[in-house]
C-alpha cells in the first residue's frame, strides 16, 4: 500500500466539474454520461494529470478513476498533431475496451481520434484507424507490442503512458512486456499508475521512469469498502460444491451476479450445471472467440445475462454499475484478487454483496484476508440439501403458474397426456423427465457452449492476444508459440 508522504494530496474538497475548468464539449459529456459533480479521485488527479506529473494513484473500486486519468488527458492533448500521445494500457480486452470506450464518451465534440488495439480481431481495422492517425491509443500489452514491431504504431511520440490496474500490469507475468513497451516509448514524458491495490514493491519502477510522482491515496489503506456485506457459506462436505452454489442462488435471489471461478474448465461444469438447472447462465474465459467474449459482456452490462460465470478475466476493472452480487465460487489464490474481484459490485456509491463458498482449505486464505485488509466474512447458514431442492422445485413452479396466469394456452393433446401421465405407476420419473427436457430445451442464452475443457488458468497475455494465427491453431497455454512465455498464466 502506499505510503503517505510529502507528495501526497490532503483531502480532497468537493468541487464541481466548471472549477476544475474542463472545457465546454467536456462538460457537455460528463453531463450527459450523467455525471454531477468530480468523484475524489477525478478532483484531486485532475490538476497533476494536466500538469504533466507523474502520479501514482491508489483508489478504491469502482471510484471512477477512469475518468480520472481520461478527464485531464483531454486536456492534455494536442489536437492538431495526429500522432498518438498517450497510451494506455489494460490487463485484459475486456477492459481495454471498456476504458475506450469511457473515453470516447467524454471526448466527444473534443475532436479525439482513438484507437483500441487488442487481440483476437482483425489488424485492418485497428492498421486503418493508426494509419488515419490517432491522439490516444488503448491497448492490451501484446497487441500493442506487435503494433510496434511491425511499425504500424508510432510509439516515439507517444508523452504519457497510464497503466491502469497497474499492479497487475508491473505483475511478472506482464512485466517483461511492459518493460518492452517503456522501452519503445522514446518520447515519454509522463507515467500515471491507477489501481485500487498497489503493493509497496514499485519503488524500482518509479525511481526509473517517474521522478517525483504525485501520490494519491484515496484509500487510506482499507481497498474494501463498507458498502460491501462480505459473507460466506460454507461448502456442506455432504453435498457437491456446485450443489451448494445451488443453494445459495435459491436462497440469495440475486437478480445478476458474476461468479468468479480460479479455472476455466470449473467455469465451464458450473456454467452447464446451472443451465440444466434452469438459471440464465453465461460462460466468459478466454477459450470464447473474441466476438463471443464480447457478446456475453454486451449482455451482462445491458442487464439482459442473470448469471456469469467467469474466470479472472472479469476481475479486473469490469464496470457493471448495478451489479448487486458477486460470487466467490473459489476462493482467490491471492488475496488482492478478492478485492478486484469483490469490487465488481458496490460501484460509486451503490451497495454491493460478496459471497464466498468456503471448504476446509480456505482457511488459511480466509486468515489472510483478515490479516491484510480487515475483511471479516459473515458466516451463514448453508441451505441443506432438502431446503435447496424444495427452493428449486418451488421457483419452478412458481415459473410455471406465471404461464399459466399470462394466458399461455396449452394444446388439448397436453392435457390428455397429463392425466395419462398422472394416472402412470410410473408417473414421477416421467414428470422428471419432462422437467429436464424442458429445462435443457429453454432457451437460455444466446451464447454458445463451449466444450474445450482446458485445464489452465488465464489472462490476456501471450498468445491469444497475438495476431491470429492459421486455422487450427489454438492458444493453449505451455503449446508452443510464444517464446519465453510458456509459464504465463491465462485466465
Ligand atoms: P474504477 O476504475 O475506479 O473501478 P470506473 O472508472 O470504472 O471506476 O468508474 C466506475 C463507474 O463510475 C462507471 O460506471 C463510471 O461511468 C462512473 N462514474 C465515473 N465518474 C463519475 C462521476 N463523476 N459521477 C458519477 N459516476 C461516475
Ligand atoms: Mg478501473
Not at 467536456?26 to 468530480?38: H, I, Q
Not at 507475468?173 to 519503445?184: M, N, P, Q, S, T
Not at 466476438?291 to 460465470?309: C, I, N, P, S
Request: charged share 25%; proline share 5%; aromatic share 4%.
Amino acid at each position: 500500500m502506499l505510503e503517505q508522504d510529502e507528495n501526497t494530496l490532503p483531502d480532497i474538497p468537493t468541487t464541481t466539474f466548471e472549477a476544475l475548468g474542463l472545457c465546454e464539449s467536456v462538460l457537455t459529456a460528463v453531463r450527459e454520461a450523467g455525471y454531477k459533480a468530480p468523484l475524489p479521485v477525478q478532483a484531486a488527479c485532475f490538476a497533476p494529470v494536466k500538469e504533466g506529473r507523474h502520479l501514482v494513484v491508489q483508489s478504491r473500486t469502482g471510484s471512477g478513476k477512469t475518468a480520472a486519468f481520461g478527464l485531464p488527458l483531454l486536456h492534455r492533448i494536442r489536437y492538431e498533431d495526429r500522432r498518438p500521445q498517450v497510451l494506455i494500457l489494460a490487463p485484459t480486452r475486456e477492459l481495454a475496451l471498456q476504458v475506450h470506450q469511457e473515453i470516447e464518451k467524454l471526448a466527444v465534440g473534443t475532436g479525439l481520434e482513438s484507437v483500441c488495439i487488442y487481440g483476437g480481431t482483425r489488424f485492418t481495422e485497428q492498421l486503418e484507424k493508426l494509419h488515419a492517425g490517432v491522439h490516444l491509443v488503448v491497448g492490451t500489452p501484446g497487441r500493442v507490442l506487435d503494433h510496434h514491431r511491425r511499425r504500424t504504431f508510432r510509439t516515439d511520440s507517444v508523452e504519457t503512458l497510464v497503466l491502469d490496474e497497474a499492479d497487475e500490469m508491473l505483475s511478472a507475468g506482464f512485466y517483461e512486456d511492459i518493460r518492452k513497451v517503456l522501452d519503445a516509448l522514446t518520447g515519454l514524458q509522463q507515467v500515471l499508475l491507477f489501481s485500487a491495490t498497489l503493493p509497496p514493491n514499485l519503488q524500482g519502477l518509479i525511481r526509473k521512469y517517474m521522478p517525483e510522482p504525485v501520490k494519491v491515496n484515496l484509500s487510506q489503506d482499507r481497498v474494501d469498502v463498507d458498502r460491501i456485506d462480505n459473507v460466506a457459506y460454507a461448502v456442506d462436505p455432504t453435498q457437491t460444491k456446485m450443489r451448494t452454489l445451488l443453494g445459495v442462488i435459491e436462497a440469495e435471489d440475486p437478480s445478476a451476479a458474476i461468479i468468479f471461478c480460479n479455472m476455466r474448465h470449473t467455469t465451464e461444469a458450473v456454467t452447464s450445471y446451472l443451465r440444466r438447472r434452469g438459471f440464465d447462465a453465461a460462460l466468459l474465459n478466454s477459450d470464447l472467440c473474441q466476438t463471443d467474449r464480447e457478446t456475453v459482456m454486451a449482455r451482462m452490462k445491458a442487464g439482459h445475462q442473470r448469471l456469469l460465470v467467469a474466470t479472472d478475466i472479469a476481475a479486473r476493472g469490469i464496470d457493471i454499475s448495478f451489479l448487486p452480487c458477486v460470487i466467490h465460487y473459489d476462493l482467490p489464490d491471492d488475496v488482492q484478487q478478492y478485492i478486484h474481484r469483490t469490487g465488481r459490485t458496490g460501484r460509486v456509491d451503490r451497495h454491493g454483496r460478496a459471497i464466498s463458498l468456503l471448504t476446509l482449505k480456505d482457511t488459511t486464505s480466509i486468515r489472510r484476508l483478515e490479516w491484510s485488509y480487515g475483511i471479516k466474512l459473515k458466516l451463514l447458514e448453508t441451505p441443506t440439501r432438502e431446503e435447496t431442492l424444495k427452493m428449486l422445485a418451488d421457483r419452478r413452479i412458481r415459473e410455471m403458474k406465471e404461464m399459466i396466469e399470462a394466458g399461455r394456452v396449452i394444446p388439448d393433446e397436453f392435457q390428455v397426456m397429463a392425466r395419462e401421465i398422472m394416472a402412470d405407476p410410473d408417473s414421477e420419473s416421467l414428470v422428471a423427465t419432462l422437467i429436464d427436457a424442458f429445462l435443457t430445451s429453454k432457451p437460455l442464452s444466446e451464447q454458445p457452449e463451449n466444450s474445450h475443457g482446458s485445464k489452465h488458468r488465464e489472462n490476456d497475455r501471450g498468445p491469444s492476444d497475438r495476431p491470429p494465427r492459421p486455422a487450427g491453431d489454438r492458444p493453449a497455454g505451455g503449446g508452443g508459440g510464444a517464446g519465453g512465455s510458456g509459464g504465463r498464466r491465462r485466465r
